[in-house]
């Protein structure tokens, strides 16, 4: 393998411990209990299929791309096959930022491509005219209506997951070369990421925070049934309860991950 694994002080490893230490590597890579068991399982899949069908072959992109074809030929779902490949393009990625393994090798390993799944995407998105619509229910005549026309705009032209939103802070809307960005969001993995959002977006977010008797902190807040402000903040499960609200105004089956769905 091209992946030069050591031990202590440069001392000779098997080839079990150095499989362990690559496969804890990616592991430790992950903070989600759910990848971290979903990355260990495949690679463990893939190194026992390493060493039975492809053994002395380097870690390279010929690797995956066998590998990649032996699951085709076992007749596995594109989606198995992509769950199957995913662990293959983390151990490049953490391997090469460790420096075990050439960067080039890894970059080649990870631009394998997975298999096209035909059919129709689970899930549900809105057309441009839900979305439209959506969006003109909330009474922004209202604290509630204002907080809520924020709260399904930044859902929608952010693409945010509702754990994301709930964590939003005011500090977090930036202005980043000439556009409205949410600045270095804590998504899966507390993976880092900047978000440009559009005009629409940014300008229900003022109202809202222009109404509220604060400035910085968490974005939303709570409103009480008579329509008063109670506190900063909002759950994510109160978030879901508030677009499944305008839900069923529309007469639609809708959740929050939908709303990230029509963003992609």
Do not use: F, W
């Given at each position: 393998s091209e992946i030069a694994v050591v031990g202590p002080e440069g001392g000779e490893?098997?080839?079990?411990e150095k499989r362990e230490r690559l496969i804890q590597l990616v592991v430790d890579s992950v903070a989600s209990e759910h990848s971290k068991r979903a990355y260990r399982t495949g690679l463990e899949q893939f190194f026992a299929w390493w060493q039975q069908d492809a053994a002395g072959l380097p870690f390279s992109r010929a690797l995956a791309q066998r590998y990649r074809s032996y699951l085709g030929e076992h007749t596995k779902s594109a989606?198995?096959?992509?769950?199957?490949?995913a662990p293959l393009r983390k151990l490049a990625e953490e391997a090469a930022a460790?420096?075990?393994l050439p960067a080039a090798v890894a970059g080649a390993v990870r631009q394998v491509k997975g298999a096209k799944q035909l059919g129709v995407r689970t899930g549900n998105w809105l057309t441009?005219?839900?979305?439209?619509?959506?969006?003109t229910l909330p009474d922004r005549q209202t604290l509630k209506g204002?907080?809520?026309q924020a709260l399904l705009s930044l859902l929608l032209g952010a693409g945010l997951?509702?754990?994301e939103l709930a964590q939003l802070r005011i500090e977090d809307l930036q202005l980043r070369d000439g556009r409205w960005c949410l600045v270095d969001l804590a998504g899966k993995g507390n993976r880092l990421r900047t978000v440009a959002i559009p005009d629409w977006a940014k300008q229900a977010a003022d109202e809202w925070i222009a109404a509220m008797p604060f400035s910085t902190g968490l974005l939303l807040?709570?409103?009480n049934k008579g329509g008063r402000f109670v506190g900063q903040g909002m759950s994510a499960a109160s978030i879901y309860g508030v677009v499944s609200e305008y839900a069923e105004k529309l007469a639609l089956a809708?959740?929050?991950h939908d709303l990230r769905r029509t963003y992609g």
């Open positions: 490893l098997s080839d079990l989606s198995t096959i992509n769950q199957r490949l460790a420096a075990l441009r005219e839900q979305a439209e619509r959506l969006l204002k907080r809520d997951r509702r754990e807040g709570k409103i809708l959740k929050p």
